[in-house]
């Protein structure tokens, strides 16, 4: 007799707002909440764009900040810098760079005016060069094949999206090709790349963006050889 092995997901309870589910297990006395474990993370972590009133405690801010900054960098070069837009009248002028008006007029929520936080991720490529001239990198003599800034930037958009899970938040991102002007706007010097603009807060709907409905990719791993 064969036996079927049948697998039975239970999702970690959330605690909107209050508790984080992995700071839960600390904080609620004897009551037991497993922590998230990364596939759970993983699996919750999606592009939200429609966000509560409610603002994002300080200490959960601080946290998703530093955890953002902690990812690797080439050569530990650490070009990767972070401008956070606090006050309403700044993500404001976020979202009329991004056509706001326009895409709830065609029926999408009030996305970047009204996440209670916007970080823009930044990149600095004179990091790169200056640590890559220096005596040890040097010699590699180096004409950036892939410009390491780009990887970086991702690594910590990355570190931020799951961070922001991991303390019950949700964020989104806004990529760069639909806020002309932002540089400009907040005063970024010509030198450092402005790459997104990432929104947190809790969310009031998690529903995905139009591009999710395209599925998974097949094919993406080979082995051996492409
Ligand atoms: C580099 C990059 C740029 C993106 N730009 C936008 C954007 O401008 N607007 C938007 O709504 N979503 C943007 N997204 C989010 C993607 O649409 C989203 O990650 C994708 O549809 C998969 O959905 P999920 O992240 O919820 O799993 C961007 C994501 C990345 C990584």
Known sequence: MSTKLISVRVDPPLFRG???PNKARRSIG???????????????????????EQPVEADKLDRILSAALRGPS????????????????NRLRMARLAGEDEWVARGYPAWLSRAPLH?????????????YAEADKAAANHQWPVPYWYVDAG????LLLLAAADEGL??????????P??????????????????????????KGGHSVARGPRPGRIHFEQW
Request: aromatic letters at 6%; hydrophobic letters at 45%.
């Open 119 to 131: 970080v823009v991720l930044c990149a600095e490529p004179q990091c790169y060069l200056q640590r």
């Open 74 to 89: 080439a050569g530990h070069s650490q070009g990767v810098s972070l401008v956070l837009l606090q006050q309403a009248a």
């Open 30 to 52: 004897p009551v037991q909440v497993p922590p998230m474990s990364f596939s759970d993370l993983l699996r919750r972590r999606r592009m939200v764009r429609d966000y509560q």
């Open 181 to 206: 002007g932002l540089g400009a706007a907040l005063e970024i010097p010509d030198q450092v790349e402005p790459i997104g603009l990432v929104t947190l807060g809790y969310a009031a709907n998690r």
């Open 155 to 158: 690594c910590a958009l990355m």
């Open 18 to 20: 209050e508790l984080s």
């Open 170 to 179: 949700a964020a989104g991102f806004q990529g760069i090709h639909n806020l």
